[in-house]
């Protein structure tokens, strides 16, 4: 059996509410460089075999954080371009109404069929799950252990979408906090969700 645990990133120095942000590389703010350090002391008795990390700042720094007050080991860390967050492309910045008054094509397929929304200039959220799924792959191929991968919302909801079989217009149902860890046991195809938001 594999025990994958997701951990979030901590809270980032841009505090737009509902806003659509992805590639952009934006640091931890304050607030979430105390939640990346709670985040190692809450896990401190956790061991890894392998831990892997999205290359975005944000991930890298919690990560870091983390890994410092709880006592993982950094050496061996891999960083894993498909664990990015979505590039949401022409919109990344936007809240939602500003994508509906200046893209309202894209705007009415987030709130229609999500899981085929593509956003010019960034993903469609199926290459989107393609990608993560891909990610998840790799990383399941370790069948027996434990992995760490530090990553992003929607990773790990879309993570959530694919490892339950869900389709991805499910991704909305669920909630990923900062700093907070989603656990999964995986035996061959068989995915079991064990915690979600600790």
Partial sequence: MLELDLLRHGA???EGKGVFYGRTDFPLSEKGRQQAIEAGRRFREERYDAIVCSPLERARETLALAA????WPLDGVRYDPRLQEMDFGIVEGYDFARIAAEYPAIA???ETSWGETVFE????VASFFARV????REIARLDDGKVLVVCHGGVIKAAICLLLGLEPKASAQFASEFASLTRFHITGDWASMRALNL
């Avoid at 410092?68 to 006592?71: D, K, V």
């Fill in 133 to 136: 799924e891909e990610g998840l």
């Fill in 121 to 124: 200039g960034g993903e469609s």
């Fill in 108 to 110: 009415k397929s987030v």
């Fill in 68 to 71: 410092s007050e709880a006592g």
């Fill in 12 to 14: 980032i120095a841009f």
